[in-house]
């Protein structure tokens, strides 16, 4: 599929479209069209890519931005668990590593343990099969 030339007021609607920060009629108004036409543009299937084109161009370089700050980010809160004068800021910055590798721990365990499933059973029974094991093991 060849590339569409796109007008000037297409390029900045579309640009704005993607933005999302402006609702239809603003951007209608910044442009310098009619809200009808801003409408008819979407529904043009290539308009809407180009569109949805740029609002992915648009994240991907965000987060590359992302990631490449985010190397120094980590590196700051190294040097800081290393170097810091105060221990209360070593301290935390050691605890940022280890609860990012391996999670935070709770603080509260709850265990509860239920029995459902209990029969009385009187002495008289239980020695009864008492004596009828230990006849049994005499046996053998």
Do not use: C, H
């Not at 060849?2 to 993607?18: N, P």
């Not at 951007?27 to 890519?49: D, H």
């Not at 161009?57 to 170097?83: C, H, P, S, W």
């Amino acid at each position: 599929m060849e590339d569409k030339e796109w007008s000037i007021k297409q390029k900045d609607a579309q640009l704005l479209l993607a933005i999302g920060n402006l609702d239809k009629q603003e951007i209608a108004s910044n442009v310098g069209i009619s809200r009808t036409t801003l409408w008819t543009w979407e529904k043009n299937p290539e308009f809407k890519a180009e569109v949805d084109r740029i609002k992915q161009d648009t994240e991907n370089f965000a987060m590359r931005l992302y990631y490449n700050n985010l190397i120094k980010a980590v590196n700051n809160v190294q040097q800081l668990g290393d170097n810091a004068n105060n221990e209360m800021v070593k301290l935390n910055a050691n605890l940022e590593f280890i609860n990012r590798i391996l999670g935070k721990p709770s603080n509260n365990i709850k265990l509860t343990t239920e029995i459902d499933n209990t029969k009385t059973v009187s002495e008289d029974v239980l020695e009864a099969e008492f004596v009828e094991f230990e006849q049994d093991n005499d046996g053998e």
